[in-house]
């Protein structure tokens, strides 16, 4: 029973940048399949959709290679998402998943395949 607690989100003008943070005590990301994904601010309708994974190989629909970054220190539990130069249309409810293992390259952009999330946090960019 993985518990991922992400934070670091807020309000940033745009142009900006915000580090976001998921830890999870107890649990080991390096050599698992992890990502972050997004969803709009006060829209559960919407499904969460892929902005970046562990292997930048993946293809997420969402993906923001250019200015979003994943780094990991195993030492702490934590992995983070470094955004810069953000933008309005970023604005989302952000979410760490990790999966027990690893999964096929060709599925980790799909949400459904990851076993553990955390809560969200909100970044909203204002222009």
């Known amino acids: 029973d993985v518990q991922l607690q992400a934070s670091g989100g807020g309000l940033v003008q745009a142009g900006g940048s915000v580090r976001l943070s998921c830890r999870a005590p107890?649990?080991?990301?390096?050599?698992?399949?992890y990502g972050w994904f997004r969803q709009a601010p006060g829209n559960e309708r919407e499904r969460k959709s892929c902005t970046s994974a562990s292997d930048s190989s993946v293809f997420c629909p969402h993906a923001v290679k250019d200015r979003f970054t994943i780094s990991i220190d195993d030492a702490k539990n934590t992995v983070y998402l470094q955004m810069n130069s953000l933008k309005p249309e970023d604005t989302a409810v952000y979410y760490c998943?990790?999966?027990?293992?690893?999964?096929?390259?060709?599925?980790?952009?799909?949400?459904?395949?990851?076993?553990?999330w955390g809560q969200g946090t909100l970044v909203t960019v204002s222009s």
């Open positions: 998943a990790a999966r027990d293992g690893r999964v096929v390259v060709s599925a980790m952009h799909r949400a459904e395949v990851y076993d553990y």
């Open positions: 107890g649990f080991s990301f390096d050599g698992h399949s």
